[in-house]
Structure formats: C-alpha cells, structure tokens
C-alpha cells in the first residue's frame, strides 16, 4: 500500500513531478545564478582588498625604511663632522667621541677612516686589520674615489676587514677631506650598517599567513635583504626580480615562480631601494574555499527545502485531480454511485461539482430508460394478453351457445365471423403497428360481438377519412377505450346509446376519437383517468386507458396520447393522437 | 487533517536539522595539527647550525614543527641511538638524520621504517634502503674537485699528504677515495702517506708536525675535514711554510675562512649545509605527503680559493647569513 502509494507520487510524467521538476530546476538555476554572481564579486572584491592592504602594508614599511636610513644618514654626518672638527688625526678626544657613537647603536658594525691609497686612518673597532682585503678594490671603496662628496649605499657583502668577523652588511661611505699631521688630503669615510634594523622591519610586515617582503636595489636589481636570503643564496628559491623593476610602485599578480603570487612594489626614495611585498593568492583562495563550501552549504539547504515544499505544494494541487480522475475511472467501470466532496471552491473544486452534476443527471437518466423500459414490456406484455383476453372469449362463445339454443343460425354465423375476424387482426402476425383500416375493422368486429351480447343496446356508426386509411397505428388501441364505453358509458344507462368512431388527419397528426352518449365521468375521476394507477390497486377502472396512454407516449413521445372530454350525462369523447406514419415511412 | 501536520512538523523540523548541520560547518576551522619532523645532526657545529637554519626556513614555509637536537660529539653514535629512539617515542611524523656512523644507525632507521615515520638521511649517508632520500654532497666527487684543484695548485707534480679526521668515517673516505682516483692514471701526483689526527685542530696541528718533519719535502696536504684543515694551517702558519706547502680543504669554518684569507689555506672545497637543512626537511615533508622523492638529491660541492671568496655569488655560499 505504502509502496504503491510512493510510486504514484513519483510518476514521472505525473503533473505533480511536472511542477516539482520544474520548481526545483528553477530554483536551483536562480540559486546557482546567485551564488556565481556572490562568488565573482566576492572574488573581486577579495582581490582588490587584498591590494589595497598590501600597498597600505608596503608603504607603511617603506616610510619606516626611509626614516631609518634618514638616521643612519645622520649618524655618518655626526661622524662626519666629528671628523672634519678635529684638528689633528687620530686624536683620543675623537675616537671617544666615535666610540660613543659607535656603541650606542647596535646595527652598527664599522666606523672607519681610509685614506684614499687604503690606508687606516682609524677605525672602530680598532683590531688588526686583515691582510688581503682587496680594500681599495671593494665596491663601497671604488664608488667613493669615483663619487666624491656623494654619500653612497653598497649593495650587501660580507666584511672582511677586521680579524675576528665576518659580517654582513650594508656600507655607508663618502669621500671626504681631511687635515692629516697639518696636511690636506682625501679620505674615505665608511660606516658599515648591519642588517639587524631592516630584517626587524622586514619581519613586522604581515602579508596573510606566508606573505612577506624583501628589498631589491633599484639600479641592479640585486635583492639587498630577503627574509630567505639563503634559500635564494643556495638558488632553492628564485625571485622574478625584473619584473618588481619596472614598478615604481603598484600591484600586479606574478606566477613566475609556479605559484599565484601578488606582488605590491613601493620605491625608498634617496637609496634607490625598492621593497617588494608578496602575499599568496592561495590565502585569498582559502577564503575562497570558505565561501565556495559556505555557498555549497546554502545550495543544499535551499534545495532540500525547496524540494519539500514543491513536493508538498505539488501533491497538493494535483492530489484533488487525482481523486478526480480516479473517480471518472470508477464512472468508466459503471459505477454512477459516486459523489465527490468538494473541499475548496477553487478551479478543481468547481470541477468536481460539474462532475458531481453530470454524475447524478446521467443516474437518473439511466433509472429513467431502465423505468421505462419496465413499463414498455408491461404494456406489451398487457397488449398480449389482450389479444387473447380469455374472458371476452369466454362471454362470446356463451352467447354463441345461447343463439344457437335458440335456433339463430343467421346470428351465430355473424358472431363466429365476427370473432374469427377480431383474432385474426388482433394477432395481426405479431406486428405491433398495423393500418389505421385494420384498426377500424378490428373495433367494428368488436363492436358487432359487443353489440349482440348486448342485445342491441347500442348502435355505432365509424367514420373515417381516406388520407387516415393509410396511416399506421399501434394495435388494440381503440378496443380498451370502447368496451369502457360500452362498460361504464352505455351499459349502466336505461336508454340506447350510440357509438359513434372517428379517423381525421388533424395537421399531419392522426386523431382517432371515441364517442359516447352515455353517463359520462365525473371530474375529480376525469382527473385521476389518466394519471399512474395507485399500487395498491383501488382503482380498479379505467387501467385500460391508462395502460394505452402509456404505449402511445412511450413509442411516439410525450405530445401523443389520450385526451379525454366528458360531461356528466351528456357522453364522453376519447380522442387518441398519434402520428401519422405511413407503411413507407414506417423504417 | 492530522498527517498534514505531521509532514508540516517533520520538514521543519528537517529544515532546522539542515541549518544546524550548516552551522557546524562553518563553525569547524582548519586547526590540523602540526606535523612534527625531527632534526639529528651530528653535533652542534658552525655546519650544523647553518643545517638547523635551512631546516628551519623549510619549516615555515611548509608548517611542521621542527625539532633540533644533536649528541654533544661527532663520535657519539650511541646518543645518537638513544635521541632516535626518543624521538620516536614521543610520535614524530618525520625523522630527518645525519647519522654519525654509516652502518650503526641503520637499525634505528629500519625501526622508524617499521612505524611509518619517514627517514632522510643528509650529509652522510646510512647503510641501509629504508631511507626514502639521500640528500647531501657528493663526497667522492668533491674528492676528485679536492685533487683537481691540487694539481693545478702545485703544477701538475707532487708528494701529499692526506689527513682526514678519523678512520673509517665514510664521507671522508668517499673524499679520499675521489682524490686517489683522480690522481690513478697521474704518477707525478704521489699520495705519500694517509693519516688520521682526530677531531680537535691542536691534534691535527700536532699529527702534521709529525708527517712534515719524517718526510722528504711535502708540496701539498689534503685536509678532509674542517679540524685536520686548521690543525694543519697552524702549523704551517708556525714552521712558515705558506704558500711553500699547498692547503686544500674541505668546508667553510670560520677558522678555515681566516686561513683562507690569510693565504694559509690556499683552496677549499664547501659543501652546502643550507640546502642540506631545508632540502631534507622539504624531502620529509613530502614523503609524509605520500608524494614520491628522489633516492639522492645532490647539493653541490664548490671550490673556493682566497681570489675568488668574495665574489658575490660565493660570498652568499661561505658565510651563512647572521646578523
């Protein structure tokens, strides 16, 4: 029952299906539309935040850069001018000073003062000097000589003057001039600066969880520091320092080094320094991620709930034409016991109550043909037993015995023809519908047999129209209505009466009258003459009429039948209408 | 009447199910636990500190915890045993190993095998195929670099010494296995005798006062390891025989760099620890990832001589990067 139930609900070309298919297709397109849309701008907007940030970051770190090497640019011009202050060379007073100076600073790692042939002057600190120094041969040394009074930055090396040490560093050194034992000459001034400031600063920077920023030499592209100095030393890591040249400052995305990468450029002014920022796209990606399976969560969501509703939505409006049309099978199978209850007044609801109308309207009409049909086989069956009706038989030939009792052979021989010519047209074959003549000779035949039972209490007279002649009537109409004539019109009256029988073509329609001059009948039983006999019997007159009545509209329709005129001692008129059929016409 | 109630009830109650299940969902972060790869070096050396320092760069940048840890002497293998065995105990993911003896540490790396913690033997190599990667310097042909730059030292004839550190230490053999090939079809480069002079330089100083003062004349000494090269510079330096009798080393100690300068060492061969550091971490990491790795990753050996030590490029070689 359960599983039945599930397989109708989910008939494919159900309509419920239809509609739950089609909700859920279009729910899901708008909610994927959306999410593509979120998704896209999401993205956008991720990216140039992500931008924005790094440049902000950037530059944050470039200003702190540049006020750092704005210090350390004071520091040599302290040192300077402590130098150029200083009458004699080397004096203790001085190298005092410059100690101060030099131990007040911890990225400090050089002091010194060279001659122009390379030769110490003085110098912090003040150990041996190594041999093999290659000094006047040194970048910092050379560019000095070439560059005078110009205060110029190196690019970062290793130390290697003093015994001792091997450090890394940055040199700061200018050419300047100086009185040494009371002469003039050229000497180069050299700070060494260690890389402990810029990798603190450089460290501070965070770009996402691996982002990071290093710094490149404007003029060469040589990278000055880098937080993975030796990956890059040891070439395990590579940077696409070109490209970082040709910005001064700015954004753009980078996958040189097979990962999506967004690099954000920011030039030191007065170095020639620039930094470059890296953050990863993949942590932008990860919130990415984030949102994809956020969107993938909500998909989800609305698709289960849309999927409920629609399928509840669906079963709602096609479940009451699924009643419908499993009620019009049951009509199809013949079952027209059938009432649907309408619930709402809505399109199916209206439905169901045309159907409900139909339903009922086709009921009756079946009780009304299989009511119908019962009366027309007890008419005929009646109109059969008319045929033979025993006990006029009976009357007859009892009257035949007494006439030939009494020796009237003329009489006997009429009533035996007589009678022999009622049974012939009343069998008539078996047909139903015969000539209105047959009909005439049939009722004549009656009438003379009535007439000598009777023994002349009446006379008759049949008159009729040639057209009438043709027309076709059913059989045994006339002779119900006469022998009521005869019975309740003549018979009980104390004078003759008279008979009188007619056929007209009336308008196309045949009218075949009986007419008494007897007692008549009474109006309130006029009334009831033709109505439905009561079951139970009580009125035991005029079933006759009744009964003719009844063939006569059921064959030809309701505008046929008897029509009945009578007035209290003056007779009765019983005119039958029929139409007026034709032998050729009768198919 | 009662059903629709039932089905209206049950879809909320589905619809709030699905909200929450949504919210757990957004709700469980990416809090992985770290993995944990563990660092044995040999000692806690100038070379092992710059190991640490790549290993530490490869730790970051691919999110495990690295463990440093080291026995006390280059000899000590039996520590080096135990701090394999602990470290195991306590759960490491990875294990990268610089053994200190070529065939003894390979019970310990097959019992990591048998746990499932990945082992990456660097600097030396481990007598055993259950390492997943070798990654250090090629010894034998730093060796035969060793003797070619020897030979172009001294002019293409000579008697040497070799003085490695301690006997039967593999990298040192593989070094003198290389310089001996080299020189195999060169009768003019005569190998006139082999020592070894332990792991402080005053031995090696001691040991080459020995070998210079038996033979004829010496033109030239091989030193393999970074003490046997300052034993033998200071000796040098003191019978003042620089540039007299040729140096070539092996690594850069900062020792051995000052005698480099001072044109006492006159050559010598480095290694690079860095790369060694970061690239073994790197090889765990992957392996522990269940990628394939490499069976040996070679990390280059270079010549350096007292011309060419501060050229940028080998500047960025021979002083590891220190503030």
């Known amino acids: 029952m359960r599983g039945m139930r ?72 302290a040192v300077e001018q402590k130098i150029s202050d200083s009458r004699e060379l080397p004096n203790t007073a001085l190298s005092d000073q410059l100690d101060t100076i030099f131990h007040s600073r911890e990225d400090l790692v050089t002091i ?79 700070v060494d600066v260690n890389f402990k400031m810029i990798d603190d600063l450089s460290r501070s920077v965070k770009l996402g969880q691996k982002g990071y920023a290093y710094i490149i030499d404007e003029s060469a592209g040589n990278i000055i520091y880098h937080p993975q100095q030796q990956l890059i030393y040891a070439g395990l890591k590579y940077e696409n320092v070109e490209q970082a040249l040709k910005y001064t400052y700015g954004s753009y995305l980078d996958d040189s080094t097979g990962v999506n990468r967004m690099i954000t450029v920011q030039t030191v002014n007065n170095v020639g320094w620039k930094i470059v920022g890296v953050s990863y796209m993949d942590e932008i990606v990860t919130t990415r991620k984030e949102i994809t399976s956020f969107l ?40 027209f016991n059938i009432h649907i209850p309408i619930r709402r007044d809505d399109e199916v609801g209206r439905l169901s109550r045309r159907f409900n109308l139909m339903v009922t309207r086709i009921r009756e009409l079946m009780n009304q043909i299989i009511h119908e049909q019962e009366a027309k086989r007890k008419s005929e069956l009646e109109v059969l037993q008319s045929q033979i009706h025993p006990h006029f038989l009976y009357n007859t030939l009892n ?41 005439l000779e049939h009722i004549r035949n009656y009438l003379i047999i009535q007439k000598m039972r009777y023994k002349n209490k009446f006379e008759f007279a049949i008159h009729a129209e040639e057209e ?22 003549i018979e009980p009256g104390a004078d003759e009466g008279l008979i009188t029988i007619s056929a007209t073509v009336i308008d196309g329609k045949l009218r075949l009258r009986v007419q008494d001059d007897g ?66 016409e009768r198919t | 009447m009662k059903s629709r109630v039932l089905r ?128 250090g310097t090629d010894n034998y042909q730093a060796g035969r670099q060793a003797a070619g730059k020897m030979k172009e030292l001294v002019g293409k004839r000579g008697r040497f010494l070799i003085l490695g550190s301690a006997a039967g230490t593999r990298n040192v053999d593989r070094r003198e296995q290389g310089i001996r090939d080299e020189w195999a079809n ?25 070998l210079l003062t038996g033979q004829e004349r010496i033109d030239g000494i091989l030193a393999l390891s970074s003490s046997a090269a300052t034993g033998a510079a200071v000796q040098i330096q003191k019978m003042k025989l620089a540039g007299q009798i040729k140096l070539v080393a092996f690594d850069n100690s900062p020792d051995e760099l000052e005698w480099l300068q001072e044109g006492i060492i006159q050559a010598t061969v480095i290694q690079n620890p860095f790369s060694m550091g970061y690239l073994g971490v790197k090889t765990a990491v992957e392996s522990l990832d269940g990628k394939s790795v490499e069976k040996r990753i070679d990390t280059g050996a270079k010549v350096i001589d007292a011309q060419s030590m501060f050229w940028s490029d080998n500047q960025k070689m021979l002083f590891p990067f220190v503030q």
């Open chain 1, 6 to 77: 599930f397989r109708r609900l989910y008939r494919f070309k159900s309509m419920q299906f239809l509609i739950a298919a089609s909700f859920t297709a279009m729910t899901v397109l708008v909610v994927l539309f959306v999410s593509a849309v979120l998704y896209d701008k999401f993205n956008r907007t991720a990216e140039k935040n992500t931008s924005l940030n790094n440049q902000q970051v950037i530059y944050q770190v470039a200003a702190n850069l540049e006020y750092y090497i704005r210090s350390m640019t004071t520091v040599f011009s």
């Open chain 1, 112 to 190: 010194a003062l060279f001659t122009e042939s390379g030769q110490r002057i003085t110098s912090l600190p003040s150990s041996d000097m190594r041999s093999n120094t290659h000094l006047a041969a040194q970048n910092w040394f050379r560019s000095t000589v070439e560059n005078p009074n110009h205060l110029s930055f190196s690019v970062p090396h290793v130390q290697n003057l003093f015994k001792g040490q091997y450090k890394w560093v940055v040199s700061m050194s200018k050419s300047i001039k100086l009185t040494v034992g009371g002469q003039e000459t050229n000497a180069v001034l050299l």
């Open chain 1, 296 to 335: 993938i969560w909500l998909l989800a969501f609305v698709l289960a709930f849309v999927l409920l509703i629609t399928w509840y939505m669906s079963a709602k409006i096609s479940q009451p034409i699924q009643r419908l049309e499993k009620s019009m099978q049951q009509v199809e199978r013949g079952n």
């Open chain 1, 399 to 439: 009257s035949v015995v007494r006439l030939a009792g009494t020796g009237k052979n003329e009489d006997v021989i009429t009533m035996i023809t007589s009678l022999s010519k009622f049974f012939r047209i009343s069998l008539s074959k078996g047909r139903h519908v015969i000539p209105v003549a047959d009909e």
């Open chain 1, 468 to 489: 009438a002649l043709d027309c076709l009537t059913l059989k045994l109409v006339l002779q119900p209505i006469v022998e009521n004539a005869i019975y309740h019109g």
């Open chain 1, 519 to 584: 007692l008549g009948i009474g109006p309130d039983q006029l009334a009831v003459l033709l109505s439905d006999p009561s079951p139970d019997g009580q009125r035991q007159t005029g079933i006759g009429l009744h009964n003719v009545n009844e063939r006569i509209r059921l064959q030809f329709g309701d505008e046929f039948g008897l029509q009945i005129k009578s007035e209290r001692e003056a007779g009765t008129t019983v005119d039958v209408w029929l139409p007026c059929l034709r032998e050729e």
């Open chain 2, 8 to 135: 209206m009830a049950v879809l909320i109650l589905f619809c709030c199910a699905l909200a929450a299940c949504a919210r757990q969902g957004e709700i469980r972060t990416v809090a992985e636990s770290q993995k944990q790869i563990v660092l044995i070096a040999q000692s806690n050396g100038e070379f092992w500190s710059t190991v640490k320092m790549g290993a530490e760069a490869a730790a970051k940048e691919f999110d495990v915890k690295l463990t440093f840890d080291a026995p006390a002497d280059e000899t000590d293998t039996k520590t080096q045993i135990e701090l394999v065995n602990k470290y195991l105990a306590y759960g490491a993911d990875g294990l990268v190993l610089a053994a200190n003896d070529y065939k003894k540490l390979s019970p310990s790396v097959a019992k990591a095998d048998r746990l499932g913690v990945p082992v990456v033997a660097i600097e030396s190599d481990i007598d055993t195929g259950k390492v997943r990667s070798f990654v």
């Open chain 2, 186 to 210: 060169d009768p003019a480069m005569q190998v006139v005798a082999t020592a070894q002079c332990g792991l402080s330089s005053a031995s090696c100083s001691r040991k080459t006062q020995e």
